[in-house]
């Protein structure tokens, strides 16, 4: 795999854009780095009694159009640069979704697989409280991202309310339904994914009947995805992996019961009637569909001419390298781009603090309507910005997302 700093992609993937839209070289400068960003030491104390000092980061990107927005990851590999740019990557999803926000990201560098939920606990209370005077209902609103979940949030919003001696519901989103979590955003990200998918396959006039899926990552996004392609669509799920390793069926997989297998063991690994796929391999299968759903940097110039599939959508953040893009345009791969396919999460996110601030929430079928009210129209603006440029879905995805936060930029009087 190609080790290529992230930020260096994001940067990368801009400056593409500044050239295609002759942007102002200053306004250029400024749009290429954080507008804030706050490190800090995080002391827990663990089980066995000593305290470790874990390292935590939040980025805020751009807040010309309003406060900011995006995840928190716990993971092992987390570094500030990956930080930053999911944080840029924020700013332009949420443009791009039309929606009054920045974007910003937060991340702490932790194994939560090797940790108890008592440790867990307490490194999410001490991450709220070192944030708090940063973040806020009007600063910048966090959420779940990779292996973080809604019980996190809720100790999160708990201390941060605490704190501030008021409720702050609108603090974080991704909040259990109990704590003024929104219906429907457990399954945002893989839902909005998938109308982005149903209307690339009216644009490539496929059939999603019967329509052939490969699912990389089976978290929160990939699951979900696989569950309502079928269910939604009827599409067949032929190929499944998650982080241990992957199965493969002909005839199709039953995504409930894998999630079930994946729930008692662990992985998907060793779920009956299949045989094992890894995760490059599931790249290159011949189906119609492909959705990397796990981790940044799969699709590289190296394997970008071996996929076969004639949609990749994007449930993960930056699963495709730049030279890669450009070699899956050559080759008719209609790609929906990360920022675009998995915005369905903060577009619910957004929903649930509309909520939280009115004090009257919606039920599942409003959300599903509003959420499609959304992603299609993206959708089609990034397909029609495409055709019109001649340029690939990601960089019209930049081009619609730019030209929007530099609106705002302009209009505030910045540049
Ligand atoms: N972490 C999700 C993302 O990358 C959701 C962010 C949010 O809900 O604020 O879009």
Redesign the pocket.
């Known amino acids: 795999m190609d080790k290529l700093n992230l930020f260096e992609y994001a940067q990368k993937q801009l400056d593409d854009c500044a050239e295609i839209l002759k942007l102002d070289s200053d306004i250029h400068a400024v749009l290429r780095v954080p507008v804030r960003e706050l490190h800090i030491s995080l002391p827990v104390r663990m089980d066995d009694g000593k305290i470790k000092v874990f390292e935590g980061f939040r980025v805020q990107y751009n807040d010309a159009r309003g406060p900011t927005?995006?995840?928190i990851r716990f993971h092992p590999e987390e570094t500030v640069d990956t930080v930053r740019a999911?944080a840029a990557?924020?700013t332009w999803?949420c443009a791009l979704l039309n929606l009054p926000l920045g974007g910003a990201?937060g991340g702490v560098i932790c194994n939560p697989k090797e940790m108890s939920k008592g440790e867990l606990e307490r490194l999410c209370r001490e991450y709220a409280t070192r944030v708090w005077h940063f973040v806020g209902p009007e600063r910048d609103?966090?959420?779940?991202?990779v292996y973080t979940t809604p019980q996190m949030m809720a100790w999160m919003m708990d201390e941060y309310s605490k704190i501030a001696g008021r409720h702050q519901f609108g603090v974080i989103?991704?909040k259990p339904i109990s704590l003024g979590g929104s219906a429907g955003r457990g399954d945002a990200?893989a839902r909005g994914g998938l109308y982005t998918i149903r209307e690339a396959a009216k644009e490539l006039g496929m059939d999603l009947k019967g329509a052939t899926v490969a699912v990389q990552g089976y978290g929160n996004a990939g699951s979900f995805a696989a569950i309502l392609a079928r269910s939604l669509f009827g599409c067949k799920i032929v190929a499944i992996t998650d982080s241990r390793g992957g199965i493969y069926n002909d005839y199709g997989l039953d995504p409930e019961a894998v999630f079930e297998h994946k729930t008692k063991t662990g992985s998907v690994v060793g779920y009956p009637n299949t045989t094992p796929i890894s995760n490059e391999e599931i790249l290159e299968l011949d189906v119609d569909i492909l959705i990397p759903a796990a981790m940044e940097n799969v699709i590289t110039k190296n394997n970008a001419s071996k996929i076969k599939a004639k949609i990749v959508g994007e449930l993960a953040?930056g699963p495709t390298a730049p030279e890669a893009d450009d070699i899956l345009y050559k080759n008719g791969v209609h790609l929906i781009p990360d920022f675009l396919c998995?915005?369905g999460?903060?577009t619910?996110?957004?929903f649930e603090m509309v909520q939280n601030f009115y004090m009257y929430y919606w039920d599942e079928e409003q959300v599903h309507i509003r959420l499609d009210k959304k992603m299609t129209p993206a959708y089609h603006s990034v397909l029609e910005t495409s055709k019109k440029y001649g340029i690939n879905m990601r960089q019209a995805a930049y081009v619609v997302a730019v030209e929007r936060v530099v609106e705002a930029m302009r209009d505030r009087g910045w540049v």
């Open positions: 927005k995006g995840g999911l990557w924020m999803k990201k609103i966090p959420a779940p991202d989103t991704g990200t953040n998995n915005a999460g903060v619910v996110s957004y």
